[in-house]
């Protein structure tokens, strides 16, 4: 073992969907549903990408993460069946895109056991992976999400690699980390009816900037985690970028693609004697100073798998 997987691997890739569909939309302004186009173009995500690239990955062999909001997941049953039935992960993303930072606490746990109870019917186990609508966790969240038997977080930015979210909770959680260079959103999104104004980046440019961070991210053994809404980059010229991508990645030697859950499984089992110390990963922005009193779930240590 070099670095911090086990055996001769590198770096891990792992790609990851959120299938927000509608969702997200109607979060925003419950008065979107009158704008059809603007829910045609969201509806494109589940209805004709997510399969197309659910085929994608089938051709390279690779597992993949899909977050899917409760709403989208019992109005697309056979999707979410579909996406099990291929080996791939399907992770909790709210109900109706509820970023847990704009819920009350009563809100935020209702809404996190009505996405649970849904995903457990279609899926017929429990979501191990929760991934916050917006990437907005709430201060309760790790808590939270840890009471309710989750394994792993996949919202905050406390690193580039997976670390353990240490705190006030039954069990540690792992914290599969992203960032905003690594989401297509920022990169694809142009919805004039929602006021979404994006730049339409060329798939050449958004190629350059993904592939340039997996450049640094192997180089330093890290973890490539790419986040991506089949509304955006579902469309055909933007899938063969991925596609260009995916071969780009599986050029480079040692590298493995994973699902987020298999990494989060890997780093739940790594002993705490191979916590390595240093950078300390916070799930919350540094706090002014405050009395000695227990910190809730603001302490995460980068740990190694075995
Ligand atoms: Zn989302």
Redesign the pocket.
Known sequence: MSGIWPGNTKCVAMLTF?V?GVS?WLRRNPDFRFHPSLMSMAEYGPSIATPRILDLLDTYSIKASFYLPGYVAETHTDLVKEIVRRGHEVGH?GYL?ESPASLSPREEQSVLEKGTDILTRLTGQRPLGYRA?GWELSERSVELLASQGFLYDSSLMGDDAPYILQGNTSHPLVEIPVHWLLDDAPHFVYAPAANRLGPLRTPDEVFNSWSSEFEGLYRYGRAFTLTM?PQHIGRPGRLLMLERLIRYIQGFPQVQFMRAVDVAQLWAKGPASAVTGGAVASAQAPAPPAPATVSVATAGERASPP
Do not use: A
């Open positions: 959120d927000d997200s993303h895109h609508p809404h």
